[in-house]
């Protein structure tokens, strides 16, 4: 479980939520539509090259890198170990902010609600998920040209996951008397190396609490 932060790339209007009415978990439906304002979202995770720049201007402590600075040879690898908290300073210093559950799910789905971001198949090596490759590690952002979504994001299905600034609720709709988390909880989107192959799926969503390092 990991990072992404956002806000760069344009997307627009509304999406459906679940793909099917019958869902993987009922805390993810029912079927609606949601309409969102143009947006502008980033086409990747914040990079530890990116991430070292805020550090060294703003005196934030570094995570989990030893001597201040992450490995040699790692610039592109995306962020890791990192809070909501994180993750909003970040954006806030970089004049953007983190994308709302919406936001994130228009740009992962586009305009057909596609179940993985590159279509609704699964397709081999298209993702860095325990799902599509038993064994796996973290990878530059990019690795895997096939997981980019219509509005051309990188690793919504796999590599790293990300934090939204949504808090958990559940959808209009929900019947079901199972409580699944905290309403405290905050909104993690996007599939990880680490994570089993459901989460790799466009319509998956799950709720840490904030202090959570993801």
Not at 18 to 31: A, D, I, L, R, V
Not at 57 to 71: D, M
Not at 200 to 206: D, E, G, K, N, S
Request: glycine share 6%.
């Amino acid at each position: 479980m990991f990072v992404k932060l956002l806000i760069k790339k344009c997307c627009r209007t509304f999406r459906r939520t679940s793909w099917s009415t019958k869902t993987y978990c009922s805390s993810e439906g029912s079927k609606q539509k949601v309409y969102l304002k143009g947006f502008f979202i980033d086409k990747t995770e914040v990079t530890n090259k990116q991430d070292k720049l805020f550090i060294d201007a703003t005196g934030f402590p570094p995570h989990h890198w030893k001597n201040g600075t992450y490995p040699e040879g790692e610039n592109d690898y995306p962020v890791v170990i990192v809070s909501l908290e994180d993750s909003m300073n970040y954006a806030k210093w970089v004049q953007k902010r983190l994308l709302t559950e919406s936001e994130w799910k228009k740009a992962a789905r586009g305009t057909d609600g596609r179940i993985f971001p590159w279509n609704n198949f699964l397709e081999p090596n298209s993702a860095n998920t325990i799902w599509l490759i038993r064994f796996s590690r973290i990878k530059p952002v990019c690795s895997y040209p096939r997981d980019v979504s219509v509005y051309a994001c990188y690793g919504m299905a796999g590599n790293v996951c990300e934090w939204t600034i949504s808090k958990f609720d559940y959808y209009p709709g929900y019947i079901s008397k199972k409580k699944f988390f905290n309403k405290d909880f905050y909104i993690v989107r996007g599939g990880s190396y680490k994570l089993p192959k459901s989460f790799c799926l466009t319509y998956r969503r799950y709720a840490l609490p904030k202090i959570t390092k993801l």
